[in-house]
């Protein structure tokens, strides 16, 4: 199975106040999409309008990182929220980037969950179904962003609107596909040359290796960097020569087939 065309994604606009985070300016030359901090994890509207016109200027197509709210813990614990919880939160957190979208004269084109959010709804349906609720009712033909494999397509099937398999380019997975929780050694890969051989796999063979030495299938149609790690710069560069190495055209999600 091989992909002619894949898109780039990175986590971007994750500071908030006086506190920076990543060097967006410089991710943003390797990848084709980006999803914006909407305020909820991370972000302030000062941020959010800044790296909505960063990605405007560069060409880079900008989607939702919509979120729990949970500043202080980065987004990244779990929460009780009820599906009408995450709806609105959604909602909520759609609407404010879109508005900054319009001011820059770019469209919105995805929305993808952050965090502990991502990682539960792609496994509780209920969860799912309220995000792709959101993503529909916010209009304007929105693509969902979601992990491959998990119940975001099918929540997606369901309220009408288009999904975006996801594959990580510096996450280790698990032998039923989900990403290996951030508190396990080797959760996150740092090797730039490692990260850059395993996407190429995931996107002309549609194989990952997980932690156990099994291979994990699943068809990727956008591959994901996070912008806050230390190597985000470096990794992001090399997975994008080494996929046009092989023949795979980096394009925004927009423009790859789904």
């Known amino acids: 199975m091989s992909r002619m065309a894949i898109d780039m994604n ?80 959604c909602l909520y957190q759609i609407g404010a980037l879109d508005a900054f979208c319009g001011a820059q004269g770019v469209k919105l084109q995805h929305v993808k969950p952050h965090g502990a959010l991502y990682n539960q709804a792609a496994k509780e349906r209920r969860l ?11 209009g304007g033909g929105l693509i969902l962003m979601g992990l491959a494999g998990s119940e975001f397509g ?35 890969i740092h090797n730039a040359a490692l990260a850059a051989r395993r996407v190429v796999r995931m996107a002309t063979q549609g194989i990952v290796t997980a932690d156990d030495g099994t291979d994990v299938r699943f068809r990727p149609d956008t591959i994901c960097l996070h912008g806050d790690t230390a190597e985000a710069v470096e990794m992001a560069a090399a997975v994008r020569r080494a996929l046009e190495s092989a023949g795979v055209e980096v394009k925004p999600l927009r423009e790859v087939p789904l």
């Not at 909407?38 to 941020?47: E, L, Q, R, T, V």
């Not at 179904?129 to 916010?138: F, L, Q, S, Y």
């Not at 009408?160 to 594959?167: C, H, I, K, L």
């Open 10 to 89: 990175s986590d971007l606009g994750e500071g908030f106040g006086a506190w920076s985070m990543g060097d967006d300016s410089a991710v943003l030359a390797s990848v084709s999409s980006a999803n914006v901090a909407c305020g909820y994890h991370a972000g302030d509207p000062s941020i959010m309008r800044k790296t909505v016109k960063l990605c405007a200027d560069r060409g880079v197509a900008v989607g939702a990182h919509v979120s729990y709210p949970d500043l202080a813990g980065f987004g990244r614990r779990n929460m009780a929220c009820s599906p009408d919880e995450v709806y609105d939160c």
């Open 128 to 138: 799912a179904d309220a995000v792709a609720r959101a993503v529909r009712d916010a």
């Open 154 to 188: 099918p929540a997606a099937d369901e309220a009408g609107v288009r999904f975006a398999s996801e594959a990580f380019a510096d996450r280790a997975y698990l032998k039923d596909g989900s990403l290996m929780p951030r508190s396990r050694e080797g959760a996150v």
